[in-house]
């Protein structure tokens, strides 16, 4: 009778990683969300990731850029982020920042792809010696501010 188990708990182990490999690549991630990213970054690299509550969260550089991605556990993807320069900034969110935001500095900017729309989301600081909390403002891919990202996103 013992001389059955082993090679019972062996096949069994042997059937146990065989199945892993179908679900998991080498990086981890399982292989629809794998999939989701090599479709939008094929030259990914550096890649590392963290599980979030319903999400992968994934740090890349693609063709010299850093990216954030965000791709649900079903392999959708939810959200692609890029750190952009003040400078690459439509001019008419540039002066709607200026005009209702006098006292703020612009502190980051990126340009996300969020469930298939594209916007700009801007981190503003109050200056130096300026009342005021930090806040991050949204505006469309057009320049047209939408509110700040809890009141766009529902974070």
Known sequence: ?????????????????QESKKTQTNSGL??????????????????????????YEVDLISEGESFEV????????????????????PNIILNHVNLNYPGYSIEEVEFLKYNGNSFYELEIEPKHGVDGEDM???FSKEGLYLGTEREVFNN
């Open 1 to 17: 009778m013992h001389r059955f188990i082993l090679p019972f708990i062996l096949s069994l182990v042997f059937i146990a990683c």
């Open 30 to 55: 399982p292989l629809n969300v794998e999939a989701t990213l090599k479709h939008e970054f094929p030259n990914a690299v550096e890649i590392e990731w963290e599980k979030k509550n319903k999400h």
């Open 136 to 138: 991050e403002i949204v």
């Open 70 to 89: 965000d791709i649900l556990f079903n392999g959708d993807l939810r959200k692609i982020e890029k750190k952009i320069n003040v400078d690459d900034l």
